[in-house]
């Protein structure tokens, strides 16, 4: 998914674009709210990003970083 190859290129406002567009293909891709939440969070959208990454959990995305990304964007929610 190119909006993976902008996110790690650090061009969220692309990769945000381009995961929206895959989320409306595959809208029970998890992975993909997952990579969407970190660009929510990178621009500082941390409500987005908490929407995300429950989705991301919800469609079975169980991992650790997962939950630790959910956690830290709780706690930066919180401070904004």
Do not use: T
Not at 6 to 23: H, T
């Amino acid at each position: 998914n190119r909006g993976i190859i902008y996110y790690n290129a650090d061009d969220y406002s692309k990769a945000l674009a381009d995961l929206n567009v895959a989320i409306r293909i595959m809208p029970s891709d998890a992975e993909l709210y997952y990579i969407r939440g970190k660009v929510y969070y990178m621009l500082d959208n941390y409500n987005n990003a908490i929407a995300d990454y429950k989705k991301a959990i919800a469609l079975g995305l169980e991992y650790e970083e997962v939950h630790q990304s959910l956690q830290d964007a709780y706690k930066r929610a919180k401070k904004h």
